[in-house]
């Protein structure tokens, strides 16, 4: 379906649209022809930059948005251009895809236990037709508080955080909601067996360059006073920081 490209995503774009052809549904009814084509443009280019496999590449755009800005030493940023805007639009809605862990910790942990869910029952289907269980989606093997600081450090954080630079001061409270969620987690993390600390030294789990912890000892915005303590040993085993390539993320948007 759809050339395995985007699935969930073009199937998303798919309903939408067909729903829009529906009298009752159309809210474009008065707009002009050139004003539906554009609409229709702009919605697709949004939703299909959700999907996950395109994180890195929008995340290394939006950086280079930062730079331009700070280059021209403007606290302003043109969008006069339409692929600016694009951009600036494809941020905005993988922002606010990924908002959860930004969210007030009751907020976030119930919506967590919701996606959580849909991830397991998903695996149970997989597992009762014989088929490999996707990432994240055995309930029986996924550590939830271990899962989230993960999640935070290597994919939220480092997006928000680029986007805070872009739009400093303005995004220094979902920062430091990011932040105090993160410690939450952290803070429940559970113990590891020392045999599985020793496994994890003698490097046969391993992500990366070398089987040592990647974690950073601090993950600092640019343009503010956040920072936020790495944690050696309890999040990901991989070599490297965080410029290197992250482990690969299944498309679950």
Known sequence: MYNDESVLEQHHLAVAFKLLQESNCDFLTNWSRKQRQSFRKTVIEMVLATDMSKHMSLLADLKTMVEAKKVSNSSI???????DRIQVLQSMIHLAD????????????SWNER????YWRQGDKEKEQGLEVSPMCDRGNVTI???????IDYIVHPLFETWADLVYPDAQTILDQLEENRQWYLARIPEEPESARSTKNNGEITT??????ATPSKIRSQNTETSIPGSPGSVFLAGGD????????????
């Open 242 to 253: 965080l410029d290197d390539p992250v482990p690969k993320i299944e498309n679950g948007s």
């Open 145 to 151: 508080e271990k899962s989230q600081v993960g999640f």
């Open 98 to 109: 990924l908002s959860n862990p930004t969210k007030p910790i009751e907020l976030y942990r």
């Open 115 to 118: 996606i959580l869910e849909e």
């Open 77 to 83: 940023v043109c969008l006069d251009k339409y692929n």
């Open 208 to 213: 990366g360059k070398s089987s040592t912890t």
